[in-house]
Nanobody
Framework: QVQLVESGGGLVQAGGSLRLSCVVS????????MGWYRRAPGNQRELVAT???????NYADSVKGRFTISRDNAKNTVYLQMNDLKPEDTAVYYC???????????????WGQGTQVTVSS
């Protein structure tokens, strides 16, 4: 069984910073891509940032220049550094990872439970 647990969310004023972490645990053989998604009230879940196993990154236009995604493969952890936060960033942030378990033939998508980020104006 694979689990993803996010942490680091909270309440912050506009212009502030937060650093989200997501630890993957369980029957892990290999983690391929990882990413962060978010869902604001009344909106669909949207992609925030992704990172490949080779640390190639991709960002939503709305967060480019403000957010940075990174990963520590030795710790099975992905991070999202969020700077210059805006009220529009308020959402539940979800961690995602494509994980190949020991006896699986293909990797599967796994999701964390989400962590709330609230940015006040």
């Amino acid at each position: 069984q694979v689990q993803l647990v996010e942490s680091g969310g909270g309440l912050v004023q506009a212009g502030g910073s937060l650093r989200l972490s997501c630890v993957v645990s369980g029957s892990i053989f290999k983690i391929n891509g990882m990413g962060w998604y978010r869902r604001a009230p009344g909106n669909q879940r949207e992609l925030v940032a992704t990172i490949t196993s080779d640390s190639i990154t991709n960002y939503a236009d709305s967060v480019k220049g403000r957010f940075t995604i990174s990963r520590d493969n030795a710790k099975n952890t992905v991070y999202l550094q969020m700077n210059d936060l805006k009220p529009e960033d308020t959402a539940v942030y979800y961690c995602n990872a494509v994980v190949l378990t020991r006896h699986a033939t293909t990797g599967l998508n796994y999701w964390g439970q989400g962590t709330q980020v609230t940015v006040s104006s």
